[in-house]
């Protein structure tokens, strides 16, 4: 029986050491990129965020060293890159129950928020509850966890959804495993979606119509992405990110020596994303 309170992926979280630095890196590929948010002290992260019609992208750094941002912290230490993906949960707290009684010991909830600088001026509050698989359950590398918005009108809002580069969701999230097969079925296993083999790889979807997740080895990686496109891409974990565009040409455009074209799709090296391949393909 599937996850009663899991509805598929909500965001991805692209952890870097410069955050200033990072939304600029994005806003130079055509994506419309939020101000800059501060996250409740119990985790002591800023972020900004990209968002899309179901789901986004969040740009994450360290404010204040914090119990709950050792992990990240850690990560750090080590690279910039995708490191973990959201579930969107109708519930946290059911979600977390649910998990438990399958045996597997989810941490949470947790309740946090931040303020929103609104678009017509004052600001508002984005309010969240999230819970997270345990820490050791890492498919692939990917750390994954569930969050349940309270507040969606201040999160999704309408004129930053809109993107010069047309991007308008999450396709796909790619991750370079050793084992791509044991990766997806770890995955699988967590969020009771089944894995399938998917040509030279193995896919996950995340539930509903949102983004798959799929896995594969350095081999698979080098047929899908030029090197030129791979300079940058971490050894393992999390490598792509694959975006829908409603024009590809005003994504060419947004890009310009960027984007490198290839099998239909407009790529832009990992070294040009802080360590994430950022694929546009046409919806």
């Not at 929103?116 to 890492?138: D, I, K, S, Y």
């Not at 498919?139 to 047309?166: D, K, M, S």
């Not at 974990?237 to 694959?242: E, F, Y």
Request: aromatic share 6%; glycine share 10%; proline share 6%.
């Amino acid at each position: 029986m599937s996850l009663q309170h899991i509805l598929g992926l909500d965001h991805v979280v692209v952890t870097v050491r410069d955050l200033d630095a990072a939304a600029a890196q994005w806003r130079a590929l055509g994506f419309t990129v939020s101000p800059r948010g501060t996250h409740s002290p119990i985790l002591g992260t800023g972020n900004y965020t990209i968002m899309f019609g179901d789901d986004y992208v969040e740009l994450l750094g360290i404010l204040t060293e914090t119990e709950q941002n050792k992990p990240t912290r850690d990560y750090l230490a080590k690279r910039e890159g995708l490191e973990r993906a959201a579930l969107t949960t109708d519930d946290a707290a059911a979600g977390a129950e649910e998990l438990k009684s399958r045996g597997i010991e989810a941490l949470g909830p947790i309740h946090f928020g931040r303020p929103v600088e609104l678009p017509g001026g004052g600001t508002g509050e984005a309010r969240f509850n999230v819970f997270r698989w345990p820490l050791g359950e890492q498919p692939g590398g990917l750390r994954i966890f569930a969050c349940q918005h309270l507040t969606r009108e201040t999160v999704w809002i309408p004129e930053r959804q809109r993107h010069a580069n047309g991007a308008s969701r999450i396709l796909r999230l790619e991750v370079l495993a050793a084992d791509p097969a044991a990766s997806a079925a770890h995955l699988g296993r967590l969020i009771d979606e089944p894995a399938r083999a998917e040509g030279d790889a193995w896919l996950v979807p995340s539930g509903g119509r949102r983004a798959d997740i799929l896995f594969y080895d350095a081999a698979a990686l080098a047929r899908r992405y030029p090197q030129a496109v791979r300079d940058g891409a971490a050894p393992e974990g999390a490598v792509a990110l694959v975006v829908a565009t409603t024009d590809l040409a005003a994504a060419e455009a947004s890009l310009g020596a960027a984007a490198t074209p290839h099998d239909g799709a407009l790529s832009v090296a990992a070294s040009a994303a802080n360590g994430i391949i950022v694929s546009f393909r046409p919806q």
